[in-house]
């Protein structure tokens, strides 16, 4: 069992890993990015960049310089749970704007039945029509009904109303929630499994997993970030 003494050398060793300096390594960093099969049109949806995809696993294999199948697999996973966490956030600004257009279209609608009339029929009748007093703003609240109503299927609106779809019976926001519990597990996991090969590999004590916090807009947790190894 490793020491204090030992793990925090080992920490130090790993912080000093500042991946490929030169322009040789640097360009075989991203030429396996280029390469790699989470590249592929399949890990992507329609509207999603894989410029955007490439630039992180570029990104964070420059970070990490991985060597072997193992570093390579591990970093892998992390770059899928980071890219399905950026995801996440499309689909809870999805769910959020298809409720508010619900809402508002919701309300165009409570407007546009102000302008309406109906007479009273006899029993039995059939309804009549009813009688528009102001055409002019009944028709302009009706368009902003029916525009509302079609934003569901634009952007990531349309990412939430699938998500919502999925969930039926279900609150969508708390399956949200458990989705990106358990992928926030999978990085977690991978990413504390990266640390202790490259430490293995540079010949140290390897301390047992520890917990990291995960940052999903700034750097993910790399040998420079205290975090990762604290």
Known sequence: MATARQIEANRRNARRSRGPQTAQG???????????????????LPDEDPQVLQELAVALRTQWAPQGPQEE???????????????????????????????????????????????????????????????????HALAEAAQMRARRYEGAALMGLTFMHGSRGVDAFAK????????????????????RLQLARGGGQVPAPVAVDVTISGTLGGPDDPSATA
Do not use: C
């Open 73 to 139: 697999l591990s970093l892998d996973m992390m770059l899928r749970a980071v890219w399905r966490l950026r995801r996440l956030g499309r689909v809870e600004a999805g769910i959020f704007a298809v409720v508010q257009s619900g809402i508002l279209a919701h309300r165009a609608e409570k407007v546009a039945g102000t302008y309406e009339e109906r007479a009273l029929t006899e029993l039995g009748a059939g309804p009549e029509p009813a009688r528009i007093m102001d055409p002019e703003q009944h028709q």
């Open 26 to 44: 640097k360009a075989r960093v991203a030429q396996n990015a280029r390469a790699h099969g989470l590249l592929s049109r399949e890990t992507l």
């Open 176 to 195: 949200l929630s458990r989705y990106e519990a358990s992928i926030e597990r999978s990085y977690l996991r991978a990413l504390h499994e990266l640390q």
